[in-house]
């Protein structure tokens, strides 16, 4: 035995004497490496950019001229009432004094007819992007331009989207715009540079082929005029310019739909220059490009007091190769992290509206501050933050659509991996978000062209009953001074069945999702400046802390301070009823989209429409062999089945099998009538487990889930969920040991509404008073409550 020890011994010192030694050979540890913080700034475009000026660094000084004089709408004569932009075009062929294109080699002609004036066709599987006019590939040959003239124009730059300018007269200039991406039109937004003006000139615009039938220029909207010389004497930045404004219909026809003979809208502004040698920019509204929004995010990576509450990731790659990226914001303490709720802002979905990344910035700015204010929030919440969905929409100044030519968001219903990547993980993402914690508020930052000021669009299924839905935007209201209730209309509309709104108030019921709009002109006739949109971003945090406060007063010893959500409640009832009439739309589809078919003309591979359309083709080559399908719709069934019984016929009877038969597998038919069965289906539907946490959804918030699995909570939400018929609506609530069952309605009208509402505890032991659960759960049971 001790022999063995002393040899045990002598062997540990000499290993030890071994390691000692390898150790000191070993090359000393690297250093830890820095996190890298920010983000390369690497915008990929279908054409070469040039730089922008530095915009919008202080948003201090901001001139507003007075010199709007009164709008008087031009007295069109109309010569031929059928004339398109390609008929201007062959008359003013010689005037064309300049093009976007003229410096790409855009390829061979091709003798596509699925080419619209000014669309960019990118076949992402060649490398170059081609430019068409209506199959006549009018970019082949290089046109040249007057010489003589010396006001020179351009677009090629970030969110720059004028495609040609024609020399009308002296001092007068017909501007066409440029589609969107792969659209016959869309066109609203504008953004262009001129130089070669004279001190003094004063040159009228003519912009020929805008999309909406009415504008804010008609009331006082001045365009937003950037000059370069300007800036350099006097420090000016984006300010509000232009007179002899008007708006009115255009003689031209729209090329498409051609048999509905629509018109295009036309702008007419002039400016007077005020420096020889100057550039000026003109846009519709402050322009916020894909590198401002990059710029950006860098100066809050690198601030060491504002990154520690904020992480960046990448949701996903566009089309155009740019990258989507969605932010967290929250305290970095654990303490109570799984009790936080979730948050989630989005803008930029249509990235003709600027306004939007302005009021995200507000948000972002105010979120990663050290206001105490702030700091409430990042200790009570998880922010999610999508700042640009349509980042190639913005680069290439589309106004309304994505790179593949469609509304994104139109398309969160059911969207496309490939064609609308944004979309796709976007709706993944904060769907694993709401199985991990309960999301509290969805906005989706917008601007709109036709209104003044800002104010939401919010879910209700009764435009009568005032609903918990009402509660938040009428807080916001309160504390932003920009913000105008009575501009808010709360309905599920049709139309906008597809968009973020819609899909994510019906899917994850969240009661609080609202589009928020903010107008491109301002209100009470004065223009918005930058600033005022960054402070409708505070705003909606400062209303959004408030209701914080009340939704987690019991657990801070505060349950004697007033109810804000009771006191909005309380007051929605007092006020008038109005019935919600959204005039002036901003958000109609537009006929300008191409179809699905054409759709998957232009993008071959990997597309949805290509499923689609193979269905089709099956479904119409089914249609010509069987005219009558059994089962194409329920009453031919019901029709067809009663024949048959009346015939008693039992070889009829065994060909016709009853459309709920699940025997028929290989009928493409079979998925697209799908949806009538499904919505029966849903109803009998088992609910998706509250707590469940989906693992292919990377949302960082492991803690969470760690704590779930320690809890066993998901056991014991499985076992309860056997017996018990109720459905849970509302999922971890941020006190998860309570939970909320709540009854749906049967009745029609009161689909989705609560009926009656029990409460639960599981798990953990509940400390809470029953009035004050109560209480909460009287919040989330909305027109109960009121009625
Ligand atoms: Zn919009």
Known sequence: MNSNNNNNNDSSSEDDLQVYETLTKLPPPNELLPRKLTIDIDVKSLYPLKPLPQFCKTYTTFIEESS?????????????????????????????????????????????????????????????????????????????????????????????????????????????????????????????????AKAGQTIQFNILNHLKTGSLFNEGLQPAVYSVKENQLVGTEWCREGFNISYFKSVFMKEYPLSLKKKYYQLRFHYTFKHDGDKVYFAHSYPYTYTNLLEFLNTQLEDQERNQYLSRKVLCTTLGGNTCEVLTITSNSLQKRAFRKGVVFLARQHPGEPQGSYVMQGIIEFLTSNNPQADYLRQNCIFKIFPMMNSDGVVNGNYRCGLEGSDLNRRWKKPNKYLHPSVYYAKKYVKGFSKERQILLVVDLHGHSRKQSSFVYGCAYSSQVKTIERVFALLMSKVNPFMDYSSCTFRVENAKDKTARIQLWRELKINWVYTYECSFYGQQKKHYQIKDYLNCGVSICNALSQIVKDTTKEFTNQANQPDIQQQMLEELGKMPQTDDQDNGSDSSQSEAELSDDEMVQLFQPKTYSMKQKSLLKQQETNNK?????????????????KTSILQESPSKNSEQKPPMSSQKPKNPLYRIQAPQRVRQIDQVKQPELPLMVDKSVQTDDWMYRQWLIQMGKLKKQQEFQSFTPTRNIYKSSSQSVTRFIVKNSTTKNDRGRVDSISLMASGLQNKLSSSSQQRQMMRYSGSNFMS
């Not at 003798?111 to 669309?119: E, P, W």
């Not at 329920?634 to 089945?641: D, G, P, R, V």
């Open 68 to 196: 709007q004089k009164q709008c008087i709408i031009p007295d069109i004569q109309v010569t031929d009432e059928n004339r398109t932009l390609l008929d201007y075009y062959e008359e003013n062929k010689q005037n064309l004094v300049y093009k976007r294109f003229d410096q790409l080699d855009l390829g061979k002609r091709t003798s596509n007819d699925r080419t619209y004036f000014a669309s960019l066709l990118a076949n992402f599987k060649r490398t170059q992007p081609r430019v068409f006019f209506r199959g006549e590939a009018l970019f082949d040959q290089k046109l040249t331009p007057c010489s003589c003239d010396q006001i020179q124009f351009d677009s090629n730059f970030e969110s720059g989207n004028l495609f040609c300018a024609f020399k009308k007269a002296d001092n007068v200039y017909d501007l066409i715009l440029q589609n969107d991406i792969n659209t016959r039109g869309n066109t609203q937004w504008f953004f262009f540079s001129v130089t070669g």
């Open 625 to 641: 062999k069987k005219p009558q399908q059994p089962n194409s719709n329920l009453k031919s069934t019901l029709a067809s089945q």
